[in-house]
């Protein structure tokens, strides 16, 4: 770590979703204990840059879309780039650390760090990525083993010789709102939440399905409050479904920070793989995950969780070589989506607290 020692204005480098930043954030955590005194600057997307305030670790962030990643931006633009590149050698920034899945091509981001004169550069990669990586880490996953991305990431700043530091901090700062102030609405004491709002249509549970996850959970005798981002047509139509269900609809109607209050004071969370399950951990509320099996890597990373994986059609599979290597390689088969069985693993983890 010697090289290290002197790094007063270090760039992390997390390019991808709200919940992938989250994921990150115990290992920011690190290397804000490590490195009490630098300034650290977070470079994300836009779709990531609303968790910023939340995260306590960082001091700075640079907010942008690059080309290389999937994102929403409809600019298309390679002046952009240079532009940006300008921006970031202005910042003069000691270090950089890059954060990945072992399915993304580092070398991309590598290149954007070496261009913008960063003189220490670390990240994993399973190429030799020769002058772009000062600390190159040869990337182990995942044709040796298969790590939690959290775990990924701790593991990289131990190969970098960073020691891990113990702490009493949470990964995420609670909202100043109070629960009573949601909405403005009197909200129960006790209550489950169900998120069913996906980014990628592979994610999305079934409408009858839904219908089905939610008449079992009546059974409970606990509120339910149903939320998402965007109220789309699925909700509508799952709306006319439920009829006179007794769930509080809260779709399209959170601001961020009543989102996270929601999932903080939840006695229970169903949801499907989105930012909501990585705000949950970080929270510790309970949560069942109805994971598409999709990437490993991703599941629920608190100790009161619970992950019930369920198989998508072939067609729905990502086109990525890598995670098709792994699905074939370590996936055992996953079952058709069955709400009974959601239901029993729902009250496995209820029963658990």
């Known amino acids: 770590?010697?090289?290290?020692?002197?790094?007063?204005?270090?760039?992390?480098?997390?390019?991808?979703?709200?919940?992938?930043?989250?994921?990150?954030?115990?290992?920011?955590?690190?290397?804000?204990?490590?490195?009490?005194?630098?300034?650290?600057?977070?470079?994300?997307?836009?779709?990531?840059?609303?968790?910023?305030?939340?995260?306590?670790?960082?001091?700075?962030?640079?907010?942008?879309?690059?080309?290389?990643?999937?994102?929403?931006?409809?600019?298309?633009?390679?002046?952009?780039?240079?532009?940006?590149?300008?921006?970031?050698?202005?910042?003069?920034?000691?270090?950089?650390?890059?954060?990945n899945v072992y399915s993304q091509n580092i070398l991309p981001a590598a290149l954007l760090c070496y261009m913008a004169n960063i003189p220490i550069r670390a990240a994993y990669c399973r190429e030799n990525p020769y002058h772009l990586l000062t600390h190159w880490i040869p990337d182990p996953e995942p044709l040796q083993v298969i790590h939690h991305q959290v775990t990924r990431d701790l593991l990289l700043l131990k190969y970098l010789g960073f020691p891990y530091r113990k702490h009493n901090h949470t990964y995420l700062y609670n909202p100043p709102q109070t629960l009573d102030k949601v909405y403005s609405l009197q909200l129960p004491k006790e209550y489950l939440l169900i998120n069913l709002d996906v980014s990628e249509e592979k994610r999305q549970i079934p409408l009858e399905i839904a219908k089905e996850i939610i008449d079992y959970l009546q059974e409970l005798a606990i509120p339910l409050i149903l939320i998402g981002k965007n109220y789309t047509k699925y909700f509508e139509e799952l709306k006319i479904k439920l009829g006179n269900l007794p769930v509080l609809d809260l779709v399209g109607r959170t601001t961020l920070d009543e989102l996270l209050i929601l999932t903080k004071h939840a006695k229970a969370i169903v949801s499907v793989n989105t930012g909501v399950v990585h705000i949950a951990c970080a929270y510790k509320t309970p949560i069942l995950v109805l994971y598409a099996d999709t990437n490993p890597q991703h599941t629920p990373w608190s100790e009161n969780s619970l992950c019930y994986t369920y198989s998508i059609e072939d067609n729905q599979r990502s086109k990525n070589e890598i995670i098709k290597y792994v699905h074939e390689q370590y996936r055992p088969a996953a079952e058709s989506i069955n709400a009974q069985n959601i239901y029993k693993m729902f009250k496995k983890l209820l029963a658990s607290l």
């Open 1 to 99: 770590m010697s090289d290290w020692s002197n790094c007063k204005n270090i760039l992390l480098v997390r390019l991808d979703n709200m919940g992938d930043v989250i994921m990150s954030n115990p290992s920011f955590m690190q290397i804000r204990l490590n490195f009490p005194k630098s300034k650290i600057t977070l470079l994300t997307s836009s779709v990531a840059s609303p968790i910023i305030p939340y995260l306590s670790t960082i001091d700075d962030a640079i907010i942008f879309d690059c080309p290389w990643m999937k994102n929403q931006s409809s600019e298309d633009d390679p002046k952009e780039l240079d532009e940006f590149i300008q921006t970031l050698k202005q910042k003069k920034f000691d270090a950089c650390i890059i954060f």
